[in-house]
């Protein structure tokens, strides 16, 4: 109680005001980089990622800035004073804003860190999703159900988090296709590797291959053609699994090749 009433003495009520506009200027100016930012990803796909992670920077910074700014107005900021009170305005902010600071300070880290970068594909705590925004508070992402998901930066430096792409545009894919054990493999493996080529999406300076293995299905024999792919662009991560998927089936069909069933060995008698 003492702590507070120490503190209360060093506020200056006429910036109060001031305090506040300097922070809704802040949100004002943050909220015109994203849309700056977000309009020239836009017209400069090829940067799309550079220009959002240097968004996200731009932001915390400008966030940084305003509440220093508000501070000042906000406190009587002499020397004598900072001196005086600095144990007491660490202890009372400490307890005040434990969670905050833990999550801006996270924020920091991740920026420096680079575990993951805005316009990476992250999978996190059991959700997939591209990472959006890194912000004072949260990370956002969007998951490929358009769903946005808000995680407190402190989360990341606890927990694993999984990144696709690592800030490169293109990223692998993979997609599995299952065969009965008595079907032409060499022909089935050759009709999914010509539709991974075929596909618009795909990013063939990367290799692309088809692995076999064989994997049961219920009761049925099966061998699992899994196909590895780099996509163009990770935006079109779904319309490319949907182009290879209907290319493999037609071809599948036209050329009968079959699916895994439960096949019966007969054994003639002795």
């Not at 300076?205 to 699992?224: E, F, M, Q, T």
Request: net charge neutral; glycine share 6%.
């Amino acid at each position: 109680m003492e702590e507070s009433t120490e503190l209360l003495q060093f506020i200056r009520a006429e910036g109060l005001v001031p305090a506040i506009g300097l922070l809704g200027l802040a949100w004002l100016v943050a909220g015109g980089v994203s849309r700056a930012f977000t309009n020239l990803s836009e017209r400069f796909t090829d940067r799309r990622l550079a220009l959002q992670q240097a968004k996200s920077i731009l932001r915390l910074l400008v966030f940084v800035l305003g509440f220093a700014a508000a501070a000042a107005s906000l406190f009587r900021l002499s020397s004598e004073a900072i001196l005086a009170l600095s144990g007491t305005i660490a202890v009372a902010i400490g307890f005040a804003f434990r969670d905050l600071l833990a999550s801006i300070i996270a924020g920091v880290i991740i920026l420096i860190d680079r575990p993951f970068q805005v316009g990476d594909r992250v999978t996190f705590d059991g959700y997939y999703g591209e990472v959006v925004e890194i912000g004072l508070r949260t990370v956002r992402l969007v998951t490929l159900d358009d769903s946005l998901i808000t995680i407190p930066n402190n989360k990341f430096l606890t927990e694993a988090v999984s990144s696709s792409n690592a800030g490169a545009l293109d990223m692998l894919i993979q997609i599995d296709f299952h065969i009965g054990i008595d079907q032409d493999l060499r022909k089935a493996k050759s009709l999914v590797r010509e539709a991974l080529v075929a596909c618009q999406f795909s990013y063939l300076a990367k290799p692309a291959i088809v692995v076999v293995a064989p994997v049961s299905i219920g009761d049925a024999a099966a061998l699992r053609l899994r196909a590895k792919v780099y996509i163009i662009d990770l935006k079109y991560e779904k319309a490319l699994e949907s182009d290879v998927t209907e290319r493999v089936i037609a071809a599948f069909q036209l050329h009968r090749v079959h699916p895994p069933a439960v096949l019966i060995r007969h054994t003639q008698a002795a």
